[in-house]
């Protein structure tokens, strides 16, 4: 089992629209969690990070944990085309020298 | 400010051929690392170095070989290229291998295999 999960989409969503996008992880010992956005033929970037459970708000975008499911969502409100992009999840696994990521679902905001 | 910077961004080689991937960062970052991207497979760790003098394997090491030449700098090499080595390289860098500290990647280096 790979120890973070996503799905791959691609998820197509007016603009406008509230958006939901999960991955499930494995260890219960991950504590922290982070979201990279990645625009075509460019390099992911860091979007937001939480640590264990609970919100993280930044603008339009929350991050959200639930380590009693080991789900974690991000939610984007008042979606627009600029948000098409594909979007991974992250974590630290132990030791953290290095990232896990998954393997990032495709989102398609149309105007 | 450049941040992370790959070179070159395409490449098309014939199998059999070696080449190096150039990578630098301009942060004073301690940690950097390789990644290549296929589709379906997501990202995946190829080699890290967690401080200037230290390489590790990451998920995906056979085939590849890495340098450290500098703090700034670290290279990834193929040195017989193969089909299956077809993908887009992302090097990243990261201030300290701290778990809260995020990686910032460059734009990648898109690498046909012949």
């Known amino acids: 089992q790979k120890e973070v999960e996503q799905d791959p989409g691609p998820l197509s969503v007016p603009e406008g629209a509230i958006v939901s996008l999960n991955c499930t992880y494995s260890n219960s010992a991950f504590q922290y969690f982070m979201w990279y956005r990645q625009y075509s033929r460019k390099g992911p970037e860091l979007l937001m990070y939480?640590?264990?459970?609970g919100n993280k708000e930044d603008g339009r975008f929350t991050a959200q944990v639930d380590k009693s499911s080991k789900y974690i969502s991000l939610f984007i409100r008042d979606s627009q085309p600029s948000d098409s992009a594909t979007y991974l999840c992250?974590?630290?696994?132990?030791?953290?020298?290095?990232?896990?990521f998954g393997k990032g679902t495709m989102l398609l905001v149309s105007p | 400010n450049a941040g992370v910077t790959q070179t070159p961004k395409f490449q098309v080689l014939k199998t059999g051929q070696s080449m190096t991937l150039q990578c630098a960062q301009d942060?004073?970052?301690?940690?950097m690392y390789w990644y290549r991207q296929d589709p379906g497979m997501g990202l995946r760790l190829i080699y890290y170095s967690a401080s200037e003098g230290t390489t590790d394997k990451g998920e995906v090491p056979n085939g590849y070989n890495v340098s450290r030449l500098n703090k700034r700098e670290f290279s990834l090499r193929l040195e017989s290229a193969a089909p299956s080595q077809t993908s887009v390289y992302f090097c990243?860098?990261?201030?300290?291998?701290?778990?809260?500290?995020?990686?910032?990647f460059g734009d990648g280096t898109r690498l046909s295999i012949l």
């Open positions: 992250a974590t630290p696994p132990s030791g953290y020298s290095t990232l896990t």
């Open positions: 942060m004073n970052h301690n940690s």
């Open positions: 939480t640590y264990s459970s």
């Open positions: 990243a860098s990261r201030e300290t291998p701290l778990r809260d500290q995020p990686q910032h």
